[in-house]
């Protein structure tokens, strides 16, 4: 047809520009209505190819831009028919848009059209059971579609595989469940307000109304909440350890056990730490600089269930050592245990009101065979913190 329609301008235009005499006329005629009655002749059709490809074409020499067009349109077929998961997530797309843009005033329009309704739309009936029944499941709907398209994706560990499949079923259980809670909540939400529109608000009957109304109400949110829970335990589970870490920083940040710049000592699974804190953050881990200059990156849950020790907030720096000498001076002990207690009490840096000083023998000890032996004295007294 589109043939016929270049050849018939074409004959036009020659018709057009013959003369005007009359037998002229009647010839051109005759002969134009011939090349109208020609049979059409269809233009074959393949899978990829444009159907205009080879019919739009002028006779002036434009038909570059023509196939350029068309070329690039049926590369952009191939690509999105070389994805059948974009083309699959059309409808799920198109019905959740329709469901939070186009619904409501479609029926809006509708309800204006057919039933002449001028009453406050935001108040109306039609409102709430359009906001409480069908866009909620509209929305169910296009949601169960996406996860239906991705669940036969296949990704390339076995890693990813499990965790996708998880995600799924969690997106599944939790958009199941807030779906029942909320239409089941809003029709009980409804059959109170009709139970209790007829009668006196003071009503005791309507008190009991309104208590069952907001008890049933409770427990359906508080089932959805425990089904949600038991479906969704392996977010829970992997989003456990960031949660607690976040409280963890929380409580440090606000109890401020220990700073920055200050020694700690602590016992985490069998592994001692002892350093100065370097960083304490909200979401990382604290990093502390041990003894050999190591950066030891430590969970804030675990420095706030073990027991750390703050070094750096001691009040009184503890010393014991032992003093060895020959048992040939056992004749001396008294004056050397006599002497370490005047030295240490005329230490000014040595605290000698609220901590106890203890010098005394503890035990002798055999040094080697030419039958040696040593007394060896305990001394242990507390210094002021800061010296």
Known sequence: LLFNSIRLSRDVRLYSNNGSCSFCRRQDSLALLSRLWTPLR?????????????????????????IVASVSLSRSYNAIAGKPSVIQFIPALGIIGFAVFGLEPLLRLSRNLFLQE????????SRYILTSYFQPLLLWTGVMLICRDLDPLVLPSETSQAIKQRRLSFVRSLSTVLTFAYCSSSLIRQAQNICM????????????????????????????????????VSISLAGREIFTNFLSSIMIHATRPFVVNERIQTKIKGYEVTGKVEHVSWWSPTIVRVSDCEAVHIPNHNLSVNVVRNLSKKSHWG????????????????????YMRKVL??????????????VFLE?????????????????????????
């Not at 000890?365 to 010296?387: I, S, V, W, Y």
């Open 42 to 66: 269809p233009v074959p059709l393949t899978c990829n190819a444009l159907p205009w490809q080879c019919s739009l074409i002028p006779a002036g020499g434009c038909e570059a831009p023509l």
């Open 363 to 387: 035990n002798i000890d055999p040094e080697n065979q030419a039958l040696m032996a040593f007394l060896r004295f305990t001394l242990r007294c507390f210094l002021k913190h800061g010296a």
């Open 345 to 358: 009490a005329k230490n000014p840096q040595v605290e000698q009101k609220k901590l106890h000083i203890r």
């Open 118 to 125: 001028r009453t406050d739309w935001k108040k109306s009936s």
């Open 197 to 232: 529109g007829t009668n006196d608000s003071s009503d005791e009957r309507n008190m009991r109304i309104d208590f069952t109304g907001k008890a049933v109400y409770t427990a359906i949110w508080i089932a959805a909440l425990t089904a949600g829970g038991l479906g969704t």
């Open 319 to 338: 010393i014991k050592t032992h003093l060895a000498i020959s048992h040939l001076d056992v004749n001396k002990i008294n004056s050397i245990i006599a």
